[in-house]
Each structure stands twice: as C-alpha cells, then as structure tokens.
C-alpha cells in the first residue's frame, strides 16, 4: 500500500501550533499520533475528521500515525467492524504502515501496572455495586463519599485482584478502583473504576482474560507504551484529562504522551454515533452500514464520494475548539469540486418524454460525438446513438411556457447536446386524459454537432437519449436522512431521534433510459448525468440491471453562500 499524500496545501489550527513549539523546543525529534477506534460499529464522516487529522499530521511532519483498536469492551466489539475500519482507513488514502495495534495487546502490561498501583496503595478493590458507586461520587456540588472498602490492605487487594482475575468471583462484585480523591471538584478522578470483571470471550484474547480495564485506564498507558507523542481526541475527553494525566504520573511508562482535545464534527441532518447508528441498521431503517443515506464512510464511499472529497472536506472544516453543527452542502461542495474535475459526462433522462422527429428517416441512425469531460480533453470522446425517437426530461418540455422559460415549447426550437437543432411542431395528447403523449418535432440537419452554419441562435440545450438505443437504469435519489437538522436535539425531553427520520429520505426511479456507453461502467464508477447530477454505479447492479446512485444534484447552493459571504 504507497502513502497518498493528503493535502495539497495546509491551514493551520492549534494543534500545528502546539507540534510546532514542541519540535522547535526539541521536546520531540518527530511525531507520534495514533487513531483510535473501538471495533464496536463502521466509521462515520465524524472519525474521518480524526483520521484526517492524525494521519495527516504525521504524513506533514514526517512521523507516523498508529491505528489503534481500542478494544477493551468485549461485549460489543467484533471482527466484522475490524475488518472494516482497516478497509476505511486505507480507502481515505491512509497508511499505518506495520504500526497496527490493539489495546488488547497490552492487557499484561495494564494489569502489570495495575499490580504496581496496588502496591503503592493507589489502587483498591471495591465491592460497592455499580449503584452505589455512582450514588457514594456525589455531585458537582457534592462531595463523594469514601468506599468502606477503600482502606483495604495492599496485601487484600492483590489477592481478591488475583481472584478477580482467576474468574472466582461473578460479573458486578468487585472491580478495581484508583485511589485518588472523593472530594475531588473534577468528578472523573473520584476513585475512578479501572477494571471491571466480565466475562465474555473476546474477539483477539479470547478467553485468557475475564476483568477488563476501562477505556479512561487503557488509553492513556497505551498511548505512552506505543509512544505516542501527541494525543489528539474530541472534547468530551477535556475532563478525562487530568485522570489521563494521573496514572501516566503515578506509573513508570516509557514515555509521556500529553492530550489534546479538539471540537467533534457534528453534520447537519444526521447523526454521527455508531450507537445510533447501529440502531438504524438493527431495526431496518436503512439497508445496511453502506447504505447511501448513511454518514459512515461505506456510506458515503457506495453513494459516490470520492475519498478525495471526503479529505478536501475534512480540511475545509479545519480544526477548533468550538462547537459547530457543519452544514450537509459543505460535504456535497468538496464532492462536486472532485467530481467536476474527474467523473465523466453521460446523458440519462430521469422523468422521461418521447420526441418524434419526423422529418428524420426511419430507418436511419447514426453517431454523434461527445466530450467525455469538457474539465478535462484528456479524457476524449465517446459516439452517442442517435435516431427518429428521442428522450427528453417531461419538464424540459412545457406547452404554456412561462416567461424566461428557455427549453422546448410549441413552435420553439432548442439545440439538442452534441446533436441538432429541433422545432416542436406538435403535442400529442391522450384524448381521454390530455396527458401529453408525445412531442413531435422536425431537426435541422445543418445543425449537426450542435452549431447552425447561419449563426441561428437558440437558447436552450437540453440532453436526450435515443429510444432505440439506451439501456434501462434504476436510479437511486437521496434526500437528508432526518428532518431536522440536528435529530438528537430534544433527547434530553425524551424524544428518540428516530421520530425524526425522513420518510421521503430514498426516492427510487424505475427504468430510466440512459445511454448505452453506461453499459461499460462497472460498480464504483462515477459520471456525471449531464445537468441531473453526480451518480455512481451501484454494487446492487448485475448484468442485466443497472443501477444507480445519485451521489448529488448539480447545484451547488453552499458555493452561493460562500459567494455571499465574501460579498
Ligand atoms: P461514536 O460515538 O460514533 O461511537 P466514539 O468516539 O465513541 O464515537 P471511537 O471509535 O471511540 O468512537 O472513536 C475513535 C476516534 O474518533 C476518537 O479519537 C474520537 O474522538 C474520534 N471521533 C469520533 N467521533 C468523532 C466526530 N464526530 N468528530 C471527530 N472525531 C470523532
Ligand atoms: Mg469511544
């Protein structure tokens, strides 16, 4: 796997700030991240931020970045998840480059260490149950309370930890407990639990192991054994700081890792929690983790983001301190950049009308030439079909146009892309219903290509499909997941985010005709419908269906905002 250099420029932010001192100052000779998932559920945009960052600051400064797994919770972590967070991480264009690692790989070493921590009577067992832990920690306003058992003997404690170990005592009767300070203002280092017995087989260790240290425990010590120089997580992890802290001061690590912490990205119309996300998938809201509603990264990826798209957004949003809840049309923005540049340009009709150019002869047909991407020549042209019977869009078609309506309409005439001018000469309508049927037209064959040699100009180019030719697609249209921009908003009243979900989320189209180069796209590829959007070839499709995924429409409205914006 080669390293795909991630930017090609660089904002700074505070963490740059903060290496940058640290190098000059020679505190370190070069960088160490790491990014650290809990296999517990497929990554969203939101880790993306993070590995975005972590790798790309260590491919910027020269270090590396260790993808760590972070799993110490056997009940909820599984090989699946493993298997695709890895192919995640390489997809974004990153590499660990051999530093792939597990905090259950150093499961002796914590229990070494918290050995060490008991005999140095800052480490207790406690046989208060989960409620009376919580009950006995007091309040912000509160003190806690001290454990009847936090006196024990360091001689009592390495043995009931000894039997906690050896599987002699059930789930919920003891657990191990730093020694730190119940009157502690910060309630993380009110005599926090650091190991837990469960006994459950874990998907590396097995069965080897039947306590489990706790993530606040396991963090920090792997990151100092892995030497870790610079720990970056999201915001909520502030208040764990000084328990971080704490245990790298009492404990003989071989190196001091410091955290910093940085504002989680929060995306409009979405939620970004492998919990909740979990619970769409469990209960059938949307197809799978890769559905194209998803914000995970399969999600996405099967919609038709480009992981450069997904980089070049992670960096527009760049790196703070405060909250923000970013705006769908900015991740939709950095893919349309990518996608101008790279898809290349077919013509599909979604909502289709039927054009009869009569004066063209029956039996004739013929190919017109296209440009595959006018961003880019280099990518050629292809030969379109082209015959008597056409698709058009029903609404590029309108009987009673209204003002500034540019597009076909009885006796107007448009150009036709990469293929003639048309004049529509007829509607053809059911009697009973007066739907249109048809629209009749004659073409100029002078006009061939799209250009009239008396220098005749029309106003609209509309794109079609030949009858005769095109193949048959399903497509796919995307809407917001939820109706409301942030789901989660009224939680705290007891409102459930999925009340929140949008029902019209999927609009499935039956049988549109595309044409037929398509036939050559395989699952994965990307084009352009012209003047309908971005879409991606969907892994549903088999030989004999296609189908495909809007990825999104052409406008752009977030680049209008930012035209605003700059005035
Ligand atoms: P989730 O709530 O989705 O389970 P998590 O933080 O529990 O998120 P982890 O697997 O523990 O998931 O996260 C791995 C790393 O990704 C952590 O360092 C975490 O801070 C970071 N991360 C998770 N969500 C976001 C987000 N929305 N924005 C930025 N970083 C995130
Ligand atoms: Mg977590």
Known sequence: MSMTKAKETTVSNFIRTIIDEDLAKGKHETIVTRFPPEPN???????????CL???????????CNLRFDDTNPLKEEEEYVASIKEDVSWLGYDWDGHLNYASDYFQDLYTYALRLIEDGKAYVCSLSQEEIREYRGTLKVPG???????????????????MRCGAFPEGSYVLRARIDMAHPNLNMRDPVIYRILKAYHHRTGDTWC???????AHGLSDALEG?????CSLEFEDHRPLYDWFLDQLPVPSRPRQYEFARLNLGYTVLSKRKLIQLVQKGCVRGWDDPRMPTICGLRRRGFSAASIRNF???????????????????HAAREDLNKTASRVMGVLD??????????????????AVNNPEDLAMGVRRVPFSREIYIEQDDFREDPPRKYFRLAPGREVRLRYGYYITCVDVIKDEQTGEILEVHCTFDPETRGGDSPDGRKVKGTLHWVSARHCIRAEVRLYDRLFVRPDPTADEKEGSDFMEHLNPDSLRT???????PSIREMGPGTRCQLERKGYFCVDPDTTPGRLVLNRTVPLRDSWAKIEQKMKG
């Open 211 to 217: 306590i489990y240290p706790t993530y606040d425990y």
């Open 41 to 51: 559920g497929y990554l969203h945009i939101g880790h993306a931020k993070s590995i």
């Open 352 to 369: 289709p009308l039927k054009v009869v150019l009569i004066n063209y002869p029956e039996d004739q047909e013929e190919e017109l030439e």
């Open 54 to 64: 972590n790798f790309g600051l260590a491919l910027d400064y020269g270090g590396h």
């Open 145 to 163: 309370r001290e454990s009847p058992y936090r006196k024990r003997s360091v001689r009592e404690n390495l043995e009931l930890f000894e039997q």
């Open 228 to 232: 870790v120089t610079h720990s970056l």
């Open 314 to 332: 992670c960096e527009l949003i760049g790196v703070g301190k405060s909250y923000s809840l970013v705006d769908m049309s900015m991740l939709e």
């Open 509 to 515: 189209i039956e049988s549109c005709p595309v044409e």
